[in-house]
Every structure is written in C-alpha cells, then in structure tokens.
C-alpha cells in the first residue's frame, strides 16, 4: 500500500452498512417467490440494474415491483419500506475516518445505488450528522444512477480513473463485491475486499494506509 495515491471507496457495507435479509424478508411479506434468485448480493432481477443505472425512474420501478408480486394495489410507501429496509447506517467512526483518508489521498467515492435509496440516505446523513449529503468526504462521488453505469462494469471505473486523471498503479478500490473487484483487477487497480468480520477502521489502520 506505500505506493497508494489514490482511493475509490464503495458505500453499502463498506461505509454505509446494509443487510440483504432484511429487503429479502420485506419482499417475501409482499409475497415475491424466489426472493434469492429476485434480489440478493451477488445477483438480481435486471428491474435493479435498470433502476441503478437510471434507465428508470422510481415511479416504473414501483410499477415494476407490483407486477412481479402480482399486487396492483400496492401503495407507493409499502414498497419504499422494503426497498430501504436494507439500509442499516454509517457508523460514526466511518466518517471521521473519511475525512482523515482525504487529508492524505485523492478519495472517491463509487456506488450502485438508486434515487429510493439515495433519498431515503440523504434523509437519513440530515436526522442523524446534520449532512446534507456526502459531498464533504471525497474529492468527488459517483452514483451509478446518475452517471448510467454500474459495476462491474468496466466503463464506469475507466470513468472514475479518467475523470480525474489517475494513475491505475496509485489506485485503490474497496468494495465487498467480488464481482466488482474482479473487474477493478482486470484493469490493474489494486484491490481490497471488505468482508462482513472487517472494517473500514481496522482495513485502513492494518494496512498502514492511516496511522493512530
């Protein structure tokens, strides 16, 4: 890591903890079936990516949910209640930690995320830091629905390092997504995989990217 410039920063579970179950059980009670194979970590039904990638907006992804579950008369809040029962929060320390990695590195952040889901944390940085949005911790911050590209795919970290004029060989990428990373590697970025028994504060602090 001595030679890091650079850090891109996913948000779910690397900054912003979220659990999968929690959406998966709210959509079962809305009676989707298969609700693994319709909605989980590793992969989804394509409604997700055409929402993260704002090839729709929130009022046909609702459309969307009610025919899936075959439910017409599901209300616009039933709906936004699942969908952002995942998110979990931010662990204060996380943000103390961002401002301190901006300090010392060009930080990014690069997340697939939706405008349910960004309104709904938007809301959440207001009640609970006073924040009107993430702007503060990085250089510079990409949402997937905005930029109309997710990950893995390559075109949005080749966004990411050509935006700013990166050197790939200076650049490190956190995400707990090993599909995402995979890409990342391909392209010659290095790499770290956040899992659920790590975190933010100890990655940084064992890797000797900051110091107590």
């Known amino acids: 890591m001595q030679n890091i410039k650079n850090i891109i920063f996913d948000y779910g579970n690397v900054i912003f903890l979220i659990d999968f179950l929690k ?21 989804h039904h394509s409604l997700f990516d055409q929402f993260e990638t704002g090839s729709i907006s929130a009022a046909e ?32 320390v996380n943000h103390d930690l961002l401002l301190k990695a901006k300090n010392q590195y060009r930080t990014f952040l690069l997340s697939n995320i939706n405008e349910i889901h960004l309104d709904f944390i938007h809301g959440y940085l207001k009640r609970e ?12 911050i990409y949402y997937s629905h905005l930029v109309k590209i997710r990950k893995p795919n390559k075109e949005i970290f080749q966004l990411v390092v050509n935006d700013n004029n990166l050197k790939i060989e200076e650049t490190l990428f956190i995400d707990d997504s090993p599909q995402h990373l995979k890409t990342a590697k391909e392209l010659g970025l290095h790499t770290h995989l956040m899992t659920a028994d790590d ?10 990217l900051l110091k107590h």
């Open 23 to 43: 959406t998966q059980n709210s959509f079962t009670e809305l009676g989707i079936h298969n609700v693994e194979t319709f909605f989980a970590h590793s992969g």
């Open 61 to 92: 992804f609702r459309e969307g949910i009610r025919e899936i579950t075959s439910q017409p008369n599901l209300s616009d809040d039933q709906i936004d209640k699942a969908w952002t029962s995942l998110l979990i929060g931010v662990p204060p």
């Open 129 to 140: 830091y006073q924040l009107d949005s993430n702007d503060q911790f990085f250089e510079k």
């Open 199 to 208: 975190s933010l504060e100890k990655f940084l602090y064992r890797s000797g």
